[in-house]
């Protein structure tokens, strides 16, 4: 079982930056994907990045391509997203979340997830 932690969540001005984490417990392959999704209260979870574990291709939401960037540490088994230029729109819980294949879009195709990391910004 793929355990994930997610940290790295705060408070920042719009206009500032964050860099989320995801620790994953154990050696993740060539075989996962691994996304970045976040929840606003009332709200459907959103698609926000994703990247494949073994050759580092990525996907993004239209929402933050350009501002955000995912990248991989294959040998701390850690995911980053880099979020720059935060707009209050972006505040959110952030979750990391993993599978089997290769990178999606959709919540439901990932088997694993972390507890999420509040990340608010203020205007």
């Known amino acids: 079982q793929v355990q994930l932690v997610e940290s790295g969540g705060g408070l920042v001005q719009a206009g500032g930056s964050l860099r989320l984490s995801c620790a994953a417990s154990g050696h993740i392959a060539s075989s996962y994907g691994v996304g970045w999704f976040r929840q606003r209260p009332g709200q459907e979870r959103e698609f926000v990045a994703a990247?494949?574990?073994?050759?580092?291709?990525?996907s993004y939401a239209d929402a933050v391509k350009g501002r955000f960037t995912t990248s991989r540490d294959s040998i701390k088994n850690t995911i980053y997203l880099q979020m720059n230029s935060l707009k209050p729109e972006d505040s959110a819980v952030y979750y990391c979340a993993a599978k089997w294949g290769f990178r999606a879009t959709t919540a439901e195709e990932y088997q694993y997830w972390g507890q999420g990391t509040q990340v608010t910004v203020s205007s």
């Open positions: 990247i494949s574990w073994s050759d580092s291709r990525t």
